[in-house]
C-alpha cells in the first residue's frame, strides 16, 4: 500500500443484501374504556387534586398519542402531587420505557436524548419493581429494557416470571415464545416452545398461536401436532377459498394430509407440510388480528384512574361544584321559519340527514315512493335548501341507509369541510391542540335503499370538473340482488378489515354480507355459512352493532317488535358471528321499536340501554333491575288501547347540553313528537308521522329535531340549549387504508368507534362512565353543561388503537385524522454498545397484495440498504445485525449478507435503494463529491412540490390524488430540474 493511500481518511460502510419478505407493520390494542384503579392516597390541597387529575389526564392522552416524551414529564410533575400513588409509578415507567423504544427517541439522530431517557426508565423499572415486585407488567418492562443490551437470557427470565405472576397469561406465555427465538439458543427456544404450548391451551382458536406451533410441532416430531392439525381444519374454513384462489393450494387437503403423515410419522413432510401451512395462514389479516389478543403492547397496561384510597381522601376537591351543579337553563322548541323548511313531498317514506356533499353542513336525503332526492344547503338567505340530486328506485323500497360504503376517498372536493368547521379570517391566529387536525381525509356518504322488493346500492359520485353529484346505481352478486323483503340493515366491520359490511335481516332469516373494498365497484358477498344465526323466523327490524362483552369485536344487538326473545350475534372473529339468546330477565328487550346505548355503567362495566316499546306489564316483560336495561314506554294513559306500530320510534339526544341525552319519540299517526315524557308538539296540520332526525342543521350549537311526516319534513328548532357548552367532534380513519397496515384499519368515519370525554369540569353522571359516545356518523355531539374545556377526547378506533385530542375548547368544532403507528421488517444493529434501530426493510416485498381478482403485485426478491460505519460496531470478532418482525409482519429470508466498501472520506456513496422492479433497482453503487439539491419540482399536475421534497424532515410528499384499489394509484411522475449542469462530468440522481 503506497504511503499516500494510507494517509488518506477512510470510511466504512456495509450493504446488507435482503431476499424475499413482505411488508407489516406494529400495532398495539387500547381498550375502549380503561377501568384500572390502584394505589395509594397522597395529600394534597384542592388546587393541587385539581392539578393532579389534569396531569394524570395529559399523561396518559400523550401516551396514546405516541408523545411519550412528554408524557413521562407530566408523570413526573405528578409525581410529585402523588408520590405513593401506584398510577403514577406504573404509568411513568410504561411511558419512560416507551420513550426509547423504536417508537420514541430516535438514538442515531439524537444520543444525548436517549441516554437521558434510558437512565431515566431504568430507575422508573427499577422504582417499579421495588415497589410491586409481583405485578407482571413490571417485569415486562424489565425485558423491554434488557432487550437493549441483547441479553436474551435475561429478558426470557422476566418475561417467565411475568407470565407466572399473571397465572399463564397468554400475553406473557406468547412474549416468552417471541423473546425465545432471538437468541440462538437450543435451551431458550425449549422455554419458548413449552410457553406457546401453553398459550394454545388457552387459546383454542387463535390462528397466530396455532400457525406457529404447528411449525414446532413438526420439528419437534410431536404425535400431539395431529391435534393442533385438527383445530387449524376447524377454524381455518373462512380463508380456504381465498388461499385456492390467490395461491393454488388447497388448504383443507394440505391439513388432512399433514394429519395422516403425522400418524405415519413421515416427519419430512410433515415439517413441509407445516411450514407452507403456517406461511399461508399468517398474512391473513384474521391472524393479525389474533395476534393482537395475544401480544399486547405496553399502553394495554396503562392505569386509567387513581386508586380509590385516594380517590376518597381526595374526591371532595376533585369536585368543582361550578360543573357539577350546573344551573338549569331553559330550552324551548318552535317550527323553524319558512325560509328554512323543505319543501311538501307527497308520499315520504324514510329521510336521512348526513353531509352529502362534504361541504360541512348537514343535508337532508329523502325517500319518496319510487324516487330519492339529496337536499343540500345553499348560502341563499331566502330559501336554505337546494336539490343536490335524486335517483329513481322501485316503489317497494322503503327505508334508507347513509353512510360510505366505497371508501371513495380519492373524490373529495378539494374545499371540503367536516362538519360545523368554520373557515378562520385572513390572519388570525389559532390555539393548535394536541391531536386535532385542520383538515381531514374524508370521503361521501352512499345509500343503501330496501323494502319488499330488495336493496339497491345508490354511489355517490361526484363530478370535480361539473362540481355536480349524482346518485349512481352499482349492480351486486345475483346472491344480494335475490334479496326480498327487507325488514333491516346494520352497517358495520364485522371482520375488522377497514371497511363496512352488511348485517342484513329478512321475513325469511338473517344473512352476513362482506364488503369486498374495491372502490368503484363494491360489492358484497354472502358469508353467512362461516355463522351460526338465529332462527329463520325471527323477523328482527332493530339492529344494533356494538362491543357488547368490550372484546374489540363488534357484535350486533338483535329485536323487533315480533321479537319475543331477542338475542345478539357475538363476534367470535374471522367475520364469525354467534347467535346468543338473551336469558328471560333481559325480555323488555323483546318486542321493541327501536333500540338504543344510552351510557357506560362503571360497576360492573357494561352499556346501559333504551328500548322502546309497550308498557312492560302488558306482555309480563321483565323488570329485573339489576338488568341494564331501560324501557321507554311510548304510549301512556292518554293513550289506551294503542300499540307500538312499525311507524313509531325513539332517538337520544343532548337538547340542552348538560351532558345527558333525553329520549326523543314521534307516534306514528298521531301526528306527535315527545321529548323526555316533559314536552310534547302535536304538529299544526297533523299527518301521518314517519320519523325523526336529530342535526344542528342552523350550526348554532345545539342539536334541532326534524319531524318528518309523509307530507313534509319539518324543522323543529332548538332555542337556548347552546347556553350550555358543547363540542362536536368529527374522525376520520386513515384513507388510503395501506395494504402492510391491514389489521390496523378502521372505516373512514370511525363508525362504532369510541368516543370519550374527560375532565374534572364536566357535569358529573354517578354510576356512569363519563361521556361517552358510540360514533354513529359523521360527526357525534357532546354537551359539556357549563364547561370551558375538555382535558382530553379520547378515541379508541374500532382496531382498538386510542388516540386522543388534548384540552378542547367548548363552542368548538374539531376533528381528529386517525395515525397510523408501524413498518415493515425491522433492523437493528449493534453499535458497540448496544442494538440501535435503523431502518425498515423488505419495501418491495409485497408477497400476496392483490391488484386484481386472482391479481398479485409483483414481489422483488432482494434488496440492499446502505448502512453506514458509525452505526455497526464489532462485537467479538463479528458484526451483529438483527432484522425482528415487530409483531405484524410474515418475512421470509433465504439469505442475509453484509458486503464491506471502502471509500474516500471527500466522497460520499449511496446504494440504489429503490422500491420498484428489478429493471430499475439493480445493485449499484454511486460515488458522489458535490451534493446539490433541485431547484424546482412539480408533480404530473403543474404542482409546486419541492418544499415538501428539499429536506429531510418527515414530511413526506403523497404524488397521488387518486387510489384506485387498495395499493394500486393512478399514474403519476414527479418532474425536476436541477439547475445549471453545464459543468459536471456526469450527474446521479
Same mark, same amino acid.
Given at each position: 500500500?503506497?504511503? #499516500?493511500?494510507?494517509?488518506?481518511?477512510?470510511?466504512?460502510?456495509?450493504?446488507?443484501?435482503?431476499?424475499?419478505?413482505?411488508?407489516?407493520?406494529?400495532?398495539?390494542?387500547?381498550?375502549?374504556?380503561?377501568?384500572?384503579?390502584?394505589?395509594?392516597?397522597?395529600?394534597?390541597?384542592?388546587?393541587?387534586?385539581?392539578?393532579?387529575?389534569?396531569?394524570?389526564?395529559?399523561?396518559?392522552?400523550?401516551?396514546?398519542?405516541?408523545?411519550?416524551?412528554?408524557?413521562?414529564?407530566?408523570?413526573?410533575?405528578?409525581?410529585?402531587?402523588?408520590?405513593?400513588?401506584?398510577?403514577?409509578?406504573?404509568?411513568?415507567?410504561?411511558?419512560?420505557?416507551?420513550?426509547?423504544?423504536?417508537?420514541?427517541?430516535?438514538?442515531?439522530?439524537?444520543?444525548?436524548?436517549?441516554?437521558?431517557?434510558?437512565?431515566?426508565?431504568?430507575?422508573?423499572?427499577?422504582?417499579?419493581?421495588?415497589?410491586?415486585?409481583?405485578?407482571?407488567?413490571?417485569?415486562?418492562?424489565?425485558?423491554?429494557?434488557?432487550?437493549?443490551?441483547?441479553?436474551?437470557?435475561?429478558?426470557?427470565?422476566?418475561?417467565?416470571?411475568?407470565?407466572?405472576?399473571?397465572?399463564?397469561?397468554?400475553?406473557?406465555?406468547?412474549?416468552?415464545?417471541?423473546?425465545?427465538?432471538?437468541?440462538?439458543?437450543?435451551?431458550?427456544?425449549?422455554?419458548?416452545?413449552?410457553?406457546?404450548?401453553?398459550?394454545?391451551?388457552?387459546?383454542?382458536?387463535?390462528?397466530?398461536?396455532?400457525?406457529?406451533?404447528?411449525?414446532?410441532?413438526?420439528?419437534?416430531?410431536?404425535?400431539?401436532?395431529?391435534?393442533?392439525?385438527?383445530?387449524?381444519?376447524?377454524? &381455518?374454513?373462512?380463508?380456504?377459498?381465498?388461499?385456492?384462489?390467490?395461491?393454488?393450494?388447497?388448504?383443507?387437503?394440505?391439513?388432512?394430509?399433514?394429519?395422516?403423515?403425522?400418524?405415519?410419522?413421515?416427519?419430512?413432510?410433515?415439517?413441509?407440510?407445516?411450514?407452507?401451512?403456517?406461511?399461508?395462514?399468517?398474512?391473513?389479516?384474521?391472524?393479525?388480528?389474533?395476534?393482537?389478543?395475544?401480544?399486547?403492547?405496553?399502553?394495554?397496561?396503562?392505569?386509567?384512574?387513581?386508586?380509590?384510597?385516594?380517590?376518597?381522601?381526595?374526591?371532595?376537591?376533585?369536585?368543582?361544584?361550578?360543573?357539577?351543579?350546573?344551573?338549569?337553563?331553559?330550552?324551548?322548541?318552535?317550527?323553524?321559519?319558512?325560509?328554512?323548511? /323543505?319543501?311538501?313531498?307527497?308520499?315520504?317514506?324514510?329521510?336521512?340527514?348526513?353531509?352529502?356533499? /362534504?361541504?360541512?353542513?348537514?343535508?337532508?336525503?329523502?325517500?319518496?315512493?319510487?324516487?330519492?332526492?339529496?337536499?343540500?344547503?345553499?348560502?341563499?338567505?331566502?330559501?336554505?335548501?337546494?336539490?343536490?340530486?335524486?335517483?329513481?328506485?322501485?316503489?317497494?323500497?322503503?327505508?334508507?341507509?347513509?353512510?360510505?360504503?366505497?371508501?371513495?376517498?380519492?373524490?373529495?372536493?378539494?374545499?371540503?369541510?367536516?362538519? +360545523?368547521?368554520?373557515?378562520?379570517?385572513?390572519? *388570525?391566529?389559532?390555539?393548535?391542540?394536541?391531536?386535532?387536525? *385542520?383538515?381531514?381525509?374524508?370521503?361521501?356518504?352512499?345509500?343503501?335503499?330496501?323494502?319488499?322488493?330488495?336493496?339497491?346500492?345508490?354511489?355517490?359520485?361526484?363530478?370535480?370538473?361539473?362540481?355536480?353529484?349524482?346518485?349512481?346505481?352499482?349492480?351486486?352478486?345475483?346472491?344480494?340482488?335475490?334479496?326480498?323483503?327487507?325488514?333491516?340493515?346494520?352497517?358495520?366491520?364485522?371482520?375488522?378489515?377497514?371497511? @363496512?359490511?352488511?348485517?342484513?335481516?329478512?321475513?325469511?332469516?338473517?344473512?352476513? $354480507?362482506?364488503?369486498?373494498?374495491?372502490?368503484?365497484?363494491?360489492?358484497?358477498?354472502?358469508?353467512?355459512?362461516?355463522?351460526?344465526?338465529?332462527?329463520?323466523?325471527?323477523?328482527?327490524?332493530?339492529?344494533?352493532?356494538?362491543?357488547?362483552?368490550?372484546?374489540?369485536?363488534?357484535?350486533?344487538?338483535?329485536?323487533?317488535?315480533?321479537?319475543?326473545?331477542?338475542?345478539?350475534?357475538?363476534?367470535? &372473529?374471522?367475520?364469525?358471528?354467534?347467535?346468543?339468546?338473551?336469558?328471560?330477565?333481559?325480555?323488555?328487550?323483546?318486542?321493541?321499536?327501536?333500540?338504543?346505548?344510552?351510557?357506560?355503567?362503571?360497576?360492573?362495566?357494561?352499556?346501559?340501554?333504551?328500548?322502546?316499546?309497550?308498557?312492560?306489564?302488558?306482555?309480563?316483560?321483565?323488570?329485573?333491575?339489576?338488568?341494564?336495561?331501560?324501557?321507554?314506554?311510548?304510549?301512556?294513559?292518554?293513550?289506551?288501547?294503542?300499540?307500538?306500530?312499525? +311507524?313509531?320510534?325513539?332517538?337520544?339526544?343532548?337538547?340542552?347540553?348538560?351532558?345527558?341525552?333525553?329520549?326523543?319519540?314521534?307516534?306514528?299517526?298521531?301526528?306527535?313528537?315527545?321529548?323526555?315524557?316533559?314536552?310534547?308538539?302535536? =304538529?299544526?296540520?297533523?299527518?301521518?308521522?314517519?320519523?325523526?332526525?336529530?342535526?344542528?342543521?342552523?350550526?348554532?350549537?345545539?342539536?334541532?329535531?326534524?319531524?318528518?311526516?309523509?307530507?313534509?319534513?319539518?324543522?323543529?328548532?332548538?332555542?337556548?340549549?347552546?347556553?350550555?357548552?358543547?363540542?362536536?367532534?368529527?374522525?376520520?380513519?386513515?384513507?388510503?387504508?395501506?395494504?402492510?397496515?391491514?389489521?390496523?384499519?378502521?372505516?373512514?368515519?370511525?363508525? +362504532?368507534?369510541?368516543?370519550?370525554?374527560?375532565?374534572?369540569?364536566?357535569?358529573?353522571?354517578?354510576?356512569?362512565?363519563?361521556?361517552?359516545?358510540?360514533?354513529?356518523?359523521?360527526?357525534?355531539?357532546?354537551?359539556?353543561?357549563?364547561?370551558?374545556?375538555?382535558?382530553?377526547?379520547?378515541?379508541?378506533?374500532?382496531?382498538?388503537?386510542?388516540?386522543?385530542? =388534548?384540552?378542547?375548547?367548548?363552542?368548538?368544532?374539531?376533528?381528529?385524522?386517525?395515525?397510523?403507528?408501524?413498518?415493515?421488517?425491522?433492523?437493528?444493529? $449493534?453499535?458497540?454498545?448496544?442494538?440501535?434501530?435503523?431502518?425498515?426493510?423488505?419495501?418491495?416485498?409485497?408477497?400476496?397484495?392483490?391488484?386484481?381478482?386472482?391479481?398479485?403485485?409483483?414481489?422483488?426478491?432482494?434488496?440492499?440498504?446502505?448502512?453506514?460505519?458509525?452505526?455497526?460496531?464489532?462485537?467479538?470478532?463479528?458484526?451483529?445485525?438483527?432484522?425482528?418482525?415487530?409483531? $405484524?409482519?410474515?418475512?421470509?429470508?433465504?439469505?442475509?449478507?453484509?458486503?464491506?466498501?471502502?471509500?474516500?472520506?471527500?466522497?460520499?456513496?449511496?446504494?440504489?435503494?429503490?422500491?420498484?422492479?428489478?429493471?430499475?433497482?439493480?445493485?449499484?453503487?454511486?460515488?458522489?463529491?458535490?451534493?446539490?439539491?433541485?431547484?424546482?419540482?412539480?408533480?404530473?399536475?403543474?404542482?409546486?412540490?419541492?418544499?415538501?421534497?428539499?429536506?429531510?424532515?418527515?414530511?413526506? @410528499?403523497?404524488?397521488?390524488?387518486?387510489? /384506485?384499489?387498495?395499493?394500486?394509484? #393512478?399514474?403519476?411522475?414527479?418532474?425536476?430540474?436541477?439547475?445549471?449542469?453545464?459543468?459536471?462530468?456526469?450527474?446521479?440522481?
Amino acid at each position: 500500500m503506497s504511503e #499516500e493511500r494510507k494517509a488518506r481518511p477512510w470510511h466504512w460502510v456495509i450493504i446488507g443484501l435482503i431476499v424475499v419478505g413482505v411488508a407489516g407493520f406494529v400495532l398495539f390494542r387500547g381498550r375502549p374504556i380503561g377501568n384500572d384503579k390502584e394505589g395509594e392516597p397522597g395529600g394534597t390541597s384542592a388546587a393541587e387534586t385539581q392539578r393532579a387529575i389534569e396531569l394524570k389526564n395529559d399523561a396518559i392522552a400523550l401516551m396514546e398519542n405516541w408523545r411519550f416524551d412528554l408524557a413521562v414529564e407530566k408523570l413526573s410533575e405528578l409525581e410529585t402531587l402523588a408520590p405513593n400513588e401506584s398510577l403514577v409509578r406504573r404509568n411513568r415507567a410504561i411511558a419512560a420505557v416507551l420513550a426509547v423504544s423504536p417508537d420514541g427517541i430516535d438514538k442515531a439522530r439524537d444520543r444525548v436524548a436517549y441516554d437521558k431517557g434510558y437512565v431515566l426508565a431504568t430507575e422508573a423499572v427499577e422504582k417499579l419493581l421495588k415497589a410491586e415486585p409481583e405485578l407482571p407488567i413490571a417485569h415486562l418492562l424489565a425485558a423491554r429494557l434488557v432487550e437493549h443490551q441483547g441479553d436474551y437470557q435475561k429478558v426470557v427470565e422476566h418475561l417467565e416470571q411475568a407470565a407466572k405472576l399473571s397465572n399463564g397469561a397468554a400475553a406473557f406465555e406468547a412474549e416468552v415464545y417471541l423473546a425465545s427465538q432471538m437468541g440462538q439458543d437450543p435451551d431458550l427456544e425449549a422455554r419458548g416452545i413449552a410457553a406457546l404450548k401453553r398459550a394454545a391451551h388457552a387459546n383454542t382458536d387463535n390462528l397466530w398461536v396455532l400457525s406457529h406451533l404447528v411449525v414446532a410441532q413438526a420439528i419437534g416430531k410431536e404425535p400431539e401436532m395431529k391435534v393442533t392439525l385438527t383445530r387449524l381444519r376447524e377454524i &381455518s374454513q373462512p380463508f380456504v377459498a381465498f388461499i385456492q384462489q390467490h395461491y393454488r393450494v388447497n388448504l383443507i387437503d394440505m391439513l388432512d394430509k399433514s394429519a395422516e403423515a403425522v400418524e405415519q410419522q413421515n416427519w419430512s413432510l410433515v415439517a413441509r407440510n407445516a411450514r407452507i401451512i403456517s406461511n399461508l395462514l399468517r398474512p391473513e389479516i384474521a391472524t393479525k388480528l389474533d395476534l393482537r389478543k395475544v401480544i399486547k403492547h405496553p399502553l394495554e397496561y396503562v392505569v386509567s384512574d387513581f386508586s380509590p384510597e385516594w380517590q376518597k381522601q381526595h374526591g371532595d376537591a376533585a369536585k368543582q361544584t361550578d360543573a357539577a351543579s350546573a344551573a338549569p337553563i331553559e330550552v324551548t322548541f318552535t317550527e323553524a321559519d319558512a325560509a328554512d323548511q /323543505l319543501p311538501p313531498l307527497a308520499g315520504i317514506r324514510d329521510v336521512k340527514i348526513a353531509d352529502f356533499d /362534504l361541504d360541512g353542513r348537514w343535508d337532508v336525503i329523502v325517500l319518496l315512493n319510487g324516487q330519492v332526492i339529496v337536499f343540500g344547503q345553499s348560502d341563499d338567505p331566502k330559501s336554505r335548501w337546494t336539490t343536490l340530486c335524486e335517483s329513481v328506485v322501485p316503489s317497494g323500497l322503503t327505508k334508507l341507509v347513509a353512510t360510505d360504503l366505497d371508501r371513495d376517498s380519492e373524490e373529495t372536493p378539494d374545499g371540503h369541510k367536516f362538519i +360545523g368547521q368554520r373557515t378562520s379570517p385572513p390572519g *388570525e391566529k389559532k390555539e393548535e391542540l394536541i391531536g386535532a387536525a *385542520e383538515l381531514v381525509e374524508d370521503a361521501d356518504i352512499d345509500l343503501l335503499v330496501y323494502g319488499d322488493d330488495g336493496v339497491i346500492f345508490l354511489r355517490n359520485d361526484y363530478d370535480p370538473a361539473a362540481k355536480t353529484r349524482s346518485l349512481k346505481t352499482l349492480s351486486q352478486e345475483p346472491a344480494f340482488e335475490a334479496l326480498r323483503s327487507v325488514l333491516a340493515i346494520a352497517p358495520a366491520d364485522i371482520d375488522h378489515d377497514g371497511d @363496512l359490511d352488511l348485517i342484513v335481516s329478512t321475513g325469511s332469516g338473517m344473512s352476513i $354480507w362482506q364488503n369486498n373494498d374495491s372502490r368503484e365497484h363494491t360489492k358484497f358477498a354472502d358469508i353467512s355459512s362461516r355463522s351460526s344465526l338465529p332462527p329463520a323466523d325471527l323477523k328482527a327490524t332493530v339492529l344494533l352493532p356494538v362491543d357488547w362483552n368490550f372484546d374489540v369485536q363488534t357484535d350486533v344487538l338483535v329485536t323487533g317488535l315480533e321479537v319475543a326473545k331477542p338475542g345478539w350475534l357475538e363476534n367470535i &372473529s374471522h367475520g364469525r358471528l354467534r347467535w346468543r339468546e338473551f336469558p328471560q330477565n333481559y325480555s323488555r328487550l323483546g318486542l321493541s321499536c327501536s333500540l338504543h346505548l344510552m351510557d357506560l355503567r362503571t360497576s360492573p362495566l357494561s352499556w346501559q340501554l333504551l328500548a322502546a316499546g309497550d308498557d312492560p306489564s302488558r306482555d309480563n316483560l321483565s323488570m329485573d333491575p339489576e338488568v341494564p336495561v331501560t324501557r321507554h314506554v311510548l304510549f301512556g294513559e292518554i293513550d289506551k288501547g294503542r300499540w307500538t306500530g312499525p +311507524g313509531d320510534g325513539t332517538l337520544l339526544a343532548d337538547f340542552d347540553n348538560d351532558g345527558k341525552r333525553e329520549p326523543l319519540s314521534w307516534h306514528f299517526g298521531l301526528g306527535r313528537f315527545t321529548i323526555n315524557d316533559a314536552f310534547k308538539l302535536d =304538529l299544526k296540520n297533523p299527518s301521518r308521522m314517519v320519523t325523526c332526525g336529530v342535526a344542528d342543521f342552523d350550526a348554532d350549537g345545539d342539536e334541532d329535531v326534524l319531524v318528518v311526516t309523509d307530507q313534509q319534513p319539518i324543522w323543529i328548532r332548538n332555542d337556548g340549549g347552546n347556553k350550555n357548552g358543547w363540542i362536536d367532534i368529527s374522525i376520520r380513519a386513515d384513507k388510503d387504508r395501506k395494504p402492510q397496515r391491514d389489521a390496523e384499519r378502521a372505516n373512514i368515519h370511525g363508525v +362504532g368507534s369510541w368516543l370519550e370525554l374527560r375532565g374534572t369540569a364536566l357535569p358529573e353522571l354517578p354510576g356512569r362512565k363519563q361521556h361517552v359516545r358510540i360514533v354513529e356518523g359523521q360527526s357525534t355531539h357532546f354537551g359539556l353543561g357549563s364547561a370551558k374545556q375538555v382535558d382530553a377526547a379520547r378515541i379508541v378506533w374500532t382496531n382498538g388503537v386510542p388516540q386522543n385530542i =388534548l384540552r378542547p375548547r367548548s363552542g368548538e368544532a374539531i376533528a381528529a385524522q386517525q395515525f397510523l403507528k408501524g413498518s415493515c421488517p425491522y433492523i437493528y444493529t $449493534w453499535d458497540g454498545e448496544q442494538w440501535t434501530f435503523f431502518t425498515d426493510c423488505l419495501w418491495a416485498a409485497p408477497i400476496g397484495l392483490q391488484f386484481a381478482e386472482g391479481v398479485t403485485a409483483p414481489c422483488r426478491e432482494w434488496e440492499y440498504l446502505k448502512i453506514d460505519g458509525d452505526r455497526l460496531r464489532e462485537s467479538n470478532g463479528e458484526y451483529r445485525v438483527m432484522l425482528t418482525e415487530e409483531l $405484524w409482519e410474515a418475512a421470509y429470508f433465504d439469505q442475509v449478507r453484509l458486503l464491506a466498501v471502502d471509500h474516500p472520506a471527500d466522497v460520499d456513496f449511496f446504494s440504489n435503494e429503490k422500491v420498484g422492479p428489478p429493471s430499475i433497482s439493480e445493485f449499484k453503487l454511486h460515488p458522489v463529491r458535490q451534493r446539490r439539491s433541485p431547484v424546482a419540482a412539480h408533480d404530473h399536475r403543474g404542482r409546486d412540490v419541492l418544499p415538501k421534497l428539499a429536506k429531510r424532515d418527515d414530511n413526506y @410528499l403523497r404524488a397521488f390524488d387518486k387510489i /384506485l384499489q387498495q395499493g394500486l394509484t #393512478e399514474e403519476h411522475f414527479i418532474e425536476l430540474d436541477l439547475g445549471d449542469l453545464g459543468n459536471a462530468k456526469s450527474v446521479t440522481l
